[in-house]
């Protein structure tokens, strides 16, 4: 494993490595706190979130980094790893412009392409940035302990805007759950549940200490936000991590078998009654938190355009529905995204659209896992990022999170998708020798 630290390259390579941190660190916590945490869900600029100047200073902070992303990877040795695959992307994006071209609000289809391709290319760049594993590690681990300062900071100095409120407009259910510094207490859970996969590598990888630290206050952060969903699967994760690690056979019906039959309880449950009935027999939830309603409200509205969709990002909060009235006898017309990531992106691309998104995140994946060299295959960096695709995948049946520009998860999948295939590329066994050259590598070879 590659342990160099600054003093063993040349000077010129120093400096890319200082530039490296400041731009990990600068995107970790653009993500991860944002520029405008706190946000005060009393008030009615709530309802229209993306308003008012944070988003104007938001657009122009997420150009500047990406200028910077994008300048430090055409300049890396390994750029070529850089959007990748891009065939698969090129065809992706395409459907998504062309279905959005087609549909009612086609600006916000175009908007929305050109913001996840944007984050597509930052995540393609992370992980060009570290100098060494370690120093990885490090960044990591620094960078989520002060997130986690941020977030208790605003549970006992902040706890009108870090913990939800009776008078919340959208959701005073929630009142007394934990959700720190981030908008909802889902975000903050799913959050939590990363940063202890994390904790884990940390400790394994860069200090032990630090590690113990990061998954206790994420766990009892975890906790307090009412998460059950995601409380249930840190350890559900985990245990499937392992087997899906050391039974090679099981992969498949892991990650494939495992995400349709889940898709298939969830949305099945709310479309079909029976499924539903059988559900709610075994002492589950059919409803799914309130999700069912929507769920059928979505699925009514695919099947009246199962090939196209109604276009990228115009379907959810579009006029159509938000003006419906009572010609839509469904509160779900007021819902902020379907909570279900495979059916959003079906409802709003169509069912190519689908295909083309499962092909990248869930079978190239997979086939990524299964050419990583043996000695790599076991590593504690792989480990982490097969968890973190794990979970995604998985929660993806309950949240909307594919392509979402600012959602730290998106970013946080599509890195651990990159750092599949790094893993899986024979360009890794070269990256000490390039060190030495001042040419600059990877540098996650485990």
């Given at each position: 494993?590659?342990r160099?630290?600054y003093?063993?390259?040349e000077?010129t390579n120093?400096?890319?490595?200082?530039?490296?941190?400041?731009?990990f660190?600068?995107?970790?916590?653009?993500?991860?706190?944002?520029?405008?945490?706190?946000?005060?869900?009393?008030?009615?600029?709530v309802?229209?979130p993306?308003a008012?100047?944070?988003?104007?200073?938001?657009?122009?902070?997420?150009?500047?980094l990406?200028?910077?992303?994008?300048?430090?990877?055409?300049?890396?040795?390994?750029?070529?790893?850089i959007?990748?695959?891009?065939?698969?992307?090129?065809?992706?994006?395409?459907w998504?412009?062309?279905?959005?071209?087609?549909?009612?609000?086609?600006?916000?289809?175009?908007?929305?392409?050109?913001?996840?391709?944007?984050?597509?290319?930052?995540?393609?760049v992370?992980?060009?940035l570290p100098?060494?594993?370690?120093?990885?590690?490090?960044?990591?681990?620094?960078?989520?302990?002060?997130?986690?300062?941020?977030?208790?900071y605003?549970i006992?100095?902040?706890?009108?805007?870090?913990?939800?409120?009776?008078?919340?407009?959208r959701?005073?259910?929630?009142?007394?759950?934990?959700?720190?510094?981030?908008?909802?207490?889902?975000?903050?859970?799913?959050?939590?549940?990363?940063?202890?996969?994390?904790?884990?590598?940390?400790m394994?990888?860069?200090s032990?200490f630090?590690?113990?630290?990061?998954?206790?206050?994420?766990?009892?952060?975890?906790?307090?936000?009412?998460?059950k969903?995601?409380?249930?699967m840190?350890p559900?994760?985990?245990?499937?991590?392992l087997?899906?690690?050391?039974?090679?056979?099981?992969?498949?019906?892991?990650?494939?078998?495992?995400?349709?039959?889940?898709?298939?309880?969830?949305?099945?449950?709310a479309?079909f009654?029976p499924?539903?009935?059988?559900?709610?027999?075994?002492?589950?939830?059919?409803?799914?938190?309130?999700?069912?309603?929507?769920?059928?409200?979505?699925?009514?509205?695919?099947?009246?355009?199962p090939?196209?969709?109604?276009?990228?990002?115009?379907?959810?909060?579009?006029?159509?529905?938000?003006y419906?009235?009572?010609?839509?006898e469904t509160?779900?017309?007021?819902a902020?995204?379907?909570?279900?990531?495979?059916?959003d992106?079906?409802?709003?691309?169509?069912?190519p659209?689908?295909a083309?998104?499962?092909?990248?995140?869930?079978?190239?994946?997979?086939?990524?896992?299964?050419r990583?060299?043996?000695?790599?295959?076991?590593?504690h960096?792989?480990?982490?990022?097969?968890?973190?695709w794990?979970?995604?995948?998985?929660n993806?049946?309950?949240?909307?999170?594919?392509?979402?520009?600012?959602?730290?998860?998106?970013?946080?999948?599509?890195?651990a998708?990159?750092?599949?295939s790094l893993?899986?590329?024979?360009?890794?066994?070269?990256?000490?020798?390039?060190?030495?050259?001042?040419?600059?590598?990877?540098?996650?070879?485990?």
């Amino acid at each position: 494993m590659d342990r160099a630290g600054y003093g063993e390259v040349e000077p010129t390579n120093a400096v890319k490595a200082r530039v490296g941190t400041v731009l990990f660190m600068a995107i970790f916590l653009f993500f991860w706190i944002s520029i405008n945490p706190f946000v005060d869900l009393t008030g009615e600029a709530v309802l229209d979130p993306s308003a008012g100047n944070s988003n104007r200073l938001n657009q122009i902070i997420s150009l500047l980094l990406f200028t910077g992303m994008l300048g430090y990877g055409l300049v890396h040795p390994l750029r070529e790893a850089i959007l990748q695959p891009r065939a698969l992307l090129a065809i992706l994006f395409s459907w998504f412009i062309f279905v959005s071209l087609v549909s009612a609000h086609p600006m916000l289809g175009i908007k929305g392409a050109i913001l996840a391709l944007m984050v597509t290319v930052n995540a393609g760049v992370y992980l060009l940035l570290p100098a060494s594993e370690r120093h990885f590690a490090k960044m990591l681990g620094i960078g989520i302990l002060i997130m986690l300062a941020v977030a208790y900071y605003g549970i006992v100095f902040k706890p009108l805007l870090a913990i939800h409120q009776a008078s919340e407009l959208r959701e005073p259910m929630n009142a007394g759950l934990w959700r720190g510094h981030f908008p909802h207490k889902n975000s903050a859970a799913a959050a939590m549940v990363i940063a202890a996969f994390i904790g884990l590598y940390v400790m394994n990888t860069w200090s032990r200490f630090a590690g113990i630290v990061i998954v206790a206050l994420s766990f009892v952060f975890l906790v307090n936000t009412g998460g059950k969903t995601s409380t249930a699967m840190l350890p559900a994760i985990l245990l499937l991590a392992l087997i899906f690690e050391k039974v090679r056979f099981l992969r498949i019906p892991i990650a494939v078998g495992g995400v349709g039959l889940f898709n298939l309880f969830a949305v099945g449950s709310a479309v079909f009654a029976p499924l539903g009935d059988f559900i709610s027999g075994l002492g589950i939830d059919a409803t799914f938190t309130n999700r069912a309603d929507i769920w059928r409200f979505a699925f009514g509205a695919l099947a009246e355009q199962p090939l196209t969709g109604y276009g990228f990002k115009a379907f959810w909060q579009t006029e159509e529905l938000v003006y419906s009235g009572g010609s839509v006898e469904t509160w779900a017309v007021a819902a902020a995204n379907g909570h279900n990531s495979y059916l959003d992106i079906a409802l709003m691309t169509g069912f190519p659209g689908l295909a083309l998104t499962l092909i990248w995140i869930l079978f190239l994946p997979l086939r990524k896992i299964a050419r990583i060299a043996p000695e790599r295959e076991h590593s504690h960096l792989t480990r982490l990022f097969v968890r973190i695709w794990l979970y995604t995948i998985f929660n993806a049946g309950l949240e909307s999170l594919f392509f979402e520009g600012g959602s730290l998860l998106w970013f946080t999948f599509m890195v651990a998708l990159y750092g599949l295939s790094l893993q899986s590329s024979a360009e890794l066994a070269a990256a000490p020798a390039r060190a030495r050259q001042g040419e600059g590598s990877a540098c996650l070879r485990s």
